[in-house]
């Protein structure tokens, strides 16, 4: 039996139109789950669902074969970062990062074990308040709070996307260090920070839609729409489909590079999105070079593949 299984979930936003439609996701014990996409895209809202914080339209979550609408917050015992805004910027480092420890009546000398180990990895020190903290300070205060005790599931929001690269790296590495052997859900708009995790799978968000399910290799090998070929790497070129003979090209600043032929005809001439392989270091957008046009490429209006 499957940790959690989520199948087939709808959910709307109040007052709008948006929401996430038919998220379909398993996940084992000790596995790694990537939630991507960008911002706006649904990532906590569906971390939110995942912990029972926000209530679905439509299918079912199951936790261990339970329905988490059935199940108390303690009886799940997830761990969800939560986002720093809410932090009282009085509050002491160490109280932060301890709070879930002293919960659970832990011994006082693991509690200050295990903040010495946080204060030296991180450089925090326990006894300043949050708001005199550095961003990455918060950053790494939240992950240490967050698997300060042992969950059934760790759903971890993209705590480090407004941190510089070098920043996020310092989290990042930090984060890594925390889920040997845990089950962990991880939302982020980072493609390159999340490929650094080797997750058990990968679920692509994009206008609303959760793509289904799929290991890093096969979004690498056949992404199934714009984001996912982000995820995966490529470089993405706005040029015209053309046609010469019985062959379609990518006409990408004034160079022509081969590429499959479409379904039908009715984007010869169009504006279309291909997505570009290249071996080595990339590129700027503009000097494709000697790269390869995959051969597939998308509708640019509506972000899905048009042909494989």
């Known amino acids: ?65 339970a ?18 805004r809410i932090l009282d910027g009085k509050a002491l480092a160490g ?8 919960l659970r009546n832990a011994n006082s000398d693991d509690i200050v074990a295990y903040l010495k180990r946080v204060s030296d990895r991180c450089n925090i020190p326990m006894q300043l308040q949050i708001r005199n903290l550095s961003d990455v300070q918060v950053a790494a205060v939240i992950i240490a709070r967050l698997f300060a005790v042992d969950r059934r599931l760790y759903l971890v929001d993209d705590v480090w996307k407004d941190l510089s690269e070098d ?15 845990k089950s962990v859900i991880i939302a982020t708009d980072d493609s390159a920070m999340s490929r650094q995790i080797f997750a ?15 290991s890093e290799e096969d979004i690498v090998s056949r992404p199934l729409n714009m984001q996912s070929a982000i995820f995966a790497g490529y470089e993405l070129h706005i040029g015209l489909l053309s046609k010469t003979g019985d062959r379609y090209f990518a006409d990408i600043c004034g160079n022509e590079y081969l590429v499959s032929a479409p379904i039908g005809e009715v984007y010869v001439g169009k504006r279309v999105c291909f997505a570009v392989k290249r071996e080595g270091e990339s590129c700027e957008a503009e000097e494709v070079g000697d790269a390869k046009v995959m051969t597939f490429y998308y509708d640019v209006d509506n972000e899905r593949i048009i042909s494989k």
């Open 1 to 65: 039996m499957a940790l959690l299984e989520v199948s087939k979930v709808d959910f709307q936003y109040y007052g709008s139109s948006f929401g996430l439609q038919d998220v379909n996701l398993s996940l084992n014990e000790g596995d790694r789950l990537i939630i991507y996409g960008r911002e706006n895209s649904g990532k906590t809202t569906l971390l939110r669902m995942l912990c029972g914080l926000e209530e679905y339209c439509r299918g079912s979550i199951l936790l261990d074969g």
């Open 67 to 84: 329905d988490i609408k059935e199940l108390s917050q303690k009886d799940m015992n997830i761990g969800f970062s939560f986002d720093s």
């Open 95 to 102: 109280d932060v990062i301890s709070y879930p420890m002293k």
């Open 167 to 181: 920043e996020k790296s310092m989290v990042f590495d930090f984060l890594k260090e925390n889920i040997a052997d």
């Open 200 to 214: 058990d799978g990968i679920v692509v968000l994009s206008n609303g839609e959760a793509l289904p399910m799929m």
